[in-house]
Each structure stands twice: as structure tokens, then as C-alpha cells.
């Protein structure tokens, strides 16, 4: 449950969806849906003067192509953490969503509560980890990983405190929840996040987790479904 108030925002190009998500979000605890867009560059110009949270897009939306409007919009609003609800389950589509910059990806045939597990997790910056996020973080491991393709921070070597922080936030902690654990300041969790990426050289934590996955450090197909960028 949410704690404090979070403003949302919904992007769709069919009027009875947004209004009937628009509905039922409002009725949730501390949820406030302050914007309505039917496309990419209507949801621009409202961005000018209304400021939210979480955007969560429909992937069918006109204007722009999908992964980049999330690349748009995490350059421009990189606070805006972003959550996609589409009815396609593609994982291939999904591992590039996930590359561009997203929090989460629902799929419309989901349980509402599933939306709302994923709004509760982007909330405190998370990536909301549910089966199909990590079955295309798998699906990228088995067909697309190649460390030929990755430049040469890829093969640096993380030390065990690295790999247990990677393993921890796989398991959706948060900044503070680590440092409490390792007995260190949310700003160093900060800096040794950031460390990680120079090292490897990616630029989200989705990168983190694929190294993690290939390494094996985690390891996606023995646990349980259900990570910060």
C-alpha cells in the first residue's frame, strides 16, 4: 500500500480504456490520476504544466514509435518513472522496452491488482519484477547474450559485496533496505550502484541484472517469479 500520494498519469489512444483506468485508479488509496493523453505529443504538451510520478502507457498509442517515446521521455523526464499496460506479451518486445527504460510491463489480461503491484513498486523507483519481465530477461539470456557484442568493461569481475547488492536488488529492495543489511549509507548503495554500471559499462539497472544473469550470479530460472533504476 501506497504511503504517501502519487500522481499519476495515463496514456491511451481509446477513450473507454483510459476512463475506465482513470476510474478504477481513482478509487484506490492515495492514487491521484492528474493526466489524460490520447498520444505522445498531447501527453508532451501536458507535461509542460502537470507534473506526476508514474506514467503508465499503452503501447498502441499513435505518434511515435513505442521504445522511442520511452527514450523520449526518460531523457526529458527522467523523474517519471514509467510502467507500460499492452496486450501484447512478445517477450522480444518486452527486453526492448526494458532496455529503453521502463518499470514495469502488464499485460492487460493481468489482474488489476497486478497494476497495482507494479504502481506500489515504481512508486519507491523499482522495477516491478513479475513472470513475463523475467521470462524475457531469460528469453534475452538464451538468444541474444553474446559477451563478443558487449565492450570490454562487460568481462570485468564484480566483488562478492557487488554480487550480493545485484542479488538483493533482483529481489526488489530498496536502496535503504540494502544499506541497512550491509550496514552502509543509501549513499554508498548509490555510489557502488553507479560503480557497477561504469564497470560493466550499461547504463540501467536492467544491464546490471543481464550481466548478473549471464554470469550467473543470479540465477532467473530458479526463482520464484515476481529491480531500481
Known amino acids: 500500500m501506497l504511503l504517501n500520494p502519487v500522481r499519476i498519469g495515463v496514456v491511451a489512444g481509446h477513450v473507454l480504456f483510459r476512463k475506465t483506468l482513470r476510474n478504477y485508479l481513482l478509487a484506490q488509496k492515495n492514487i491521484g490520476v492528474v493526466l489524460q493523453a490520447s498520444d505522445i505529443p498531447e501527453l508532451l504538451g501536458k507535461l509542460t504544466s502537470s507534473m506526476i510520478d508514474i506514467l503508465i502507457m499503452d503501447l498502441m498509442v499513435p505518434g511515435i514509435n513505442d521504445t522511442d517515446a520511452v527514450t523520449l521521455l526518460r531523457t526529458r523526464y527522467p523523474s517519471i518513472r514509467i510502467l507500460i499496460l499492452s496486450m501484447c506479451t512478445d517477450v ?14 502488464i499485460s492487460c489480461s493481468d489482474e488489476p491488482e497486478e497494476l497495482l503491484q507494479a504502481i506500489y513498486a515504481a512508486a519507491e523507483n523499482r522495477i516491478y519484477r513479475n513472470r513475463l519481465l523475467t521470462d524475457a530477461l531469460y528469453w534475452n539470456k538464451q538468444n541474444t547474450i553474446n559477451l563478443s557484442d558487449y565492450p570490454e568493461g562487460y568481462l570485468i569481475n564484480l566483488n562478492e559485496r557487488e554480487k550480493k547488492i545485484l542479488c538483493m536488488i533482483w529481489e526488489e529492495k530498496t536502496n535503504k533496505e540494502i544499506a541497512e543489511e550491509l550496514f552502509l549509507g543509501v549513499r554508498s548503495i548509490e555510489k557502488i550502484r553507479q ?18 544473469i549471464d554470469k550467473r550470479i543470479i540465477r532467473v530460472e530458479e526463482r520464484s517469479t515476481e529491480v531500481q533504476r
Open 92 to 105: 522480444d518486445l518486452v527486453s526492448d522496452m526494458l532496455e529503453s527504460g521502463i518499470n514495469g510491463y
Open 195 to 212: 560503480s557497477m554500471k561504469d564497470k560493466i559499462a550499461v547504463k540501467s539497472t536492467i544491464g546490471l541484472i543481464k550481466y548478473a
